[in-house]
């Protein structure tokens, strides 16, 4: 066998070692619909119902992620003070729960929950800054916390709150969105855009970073592109009258009242209850004013 013949068979030999070490390692990169991450433990999921995360945003992380905690009688209880609706605790229920997590599910956690959502934002504060003191790198406890920043239209301490969770866990996609809702209210639209795209990069299935998306492309008076967010959000999670208010309002702005009040009317059926107050969204603007 001549020189060259061995040469070409040696380099041969090096083509295809590197090629199966290329395929052994495109076989082991997980898909793009294949979770990665650990399986939530109870305190993350009941600070997410603490900071309003809804319960269809919920179900997709839980059926993506699974749980870390058997839900028995306890457990279902203690995420019902937290803001659990019996369907998703049904949905629970139906998981297969993996390698257990050593934490237990935080009451007090729970009960703050409750508090926010009665309103009682004092008693909640005092709750969750004893939380957060005990146990400063948690992430999960300062978004919790900075929800309820939010609820108090503490501006500058949620965007504190929701920084260190971001910084404790940058993977987050709800911790980038609700930083984009901070910015918006901050009238910065551009910082706003960047952390919903931000969030949407790491899941674009948020529907609420869709939302916080066309805040942002809003206060940069960009309607268009805001409604094509809106409709993104929309798409993903159909029943939330807040976005509805929200391309209400835009549209109002736009100048095309009609389609306002059209969009004030699909929210109607979801949320009677909001059609008496502020809408809380774009502005202060009570929702009836699309119609005049």
Known sequence: MSWRTCFRKADLSRSLAGLTFILLVLFTIPSAGQSTEKPLDCTQLIA??????????????????????TADE????????????????????????????????????????????????DEADRLLRKLVAADPRNA??????????QQQEDWDGAFDEYSDSRDLMPGSSETHSRLAYIYYRHDDGDNAIAEARTALSIDPRNAEAYRYLGLGHYAN???????????????REPRNADVYYDMGITLRDKGDRTGAAAAYRQALPISPSQASGAAGTCDSA???KYLL
């Open 140 to 149: 999960a406890l300062h978004f919790a916390y900075g929800y309820l920043r």
């Open 221 to 235: 008076d960009q309607y268009a592109a805001a409604l094509r967010a809106f409709q993104q959000s929309l798409a």
């Open 286 to 288: 009570q929702p009836w």
């Open 48 to 69: 997410w119902l603490t900071g309003g995360v809804s319960s269809h945003r919920l179900s997709q992380l839980v059926q993506e992620r699974s749980i870390a905690f």
């Open 74 to 121: 306890a457990v279902s209880k203690t995420l019902l003070t937290a803001g659990a609706d019996a369907a998703f605790i049904q949905n629970l229920h139906t998981l297969h729960a993996l390698p257990m997590s050593a934490v237990a599910c935080p009451a007090t956690l729970a009960q703050a929950g409750d508090l926010i959502r009665h309103k009682q934002h």
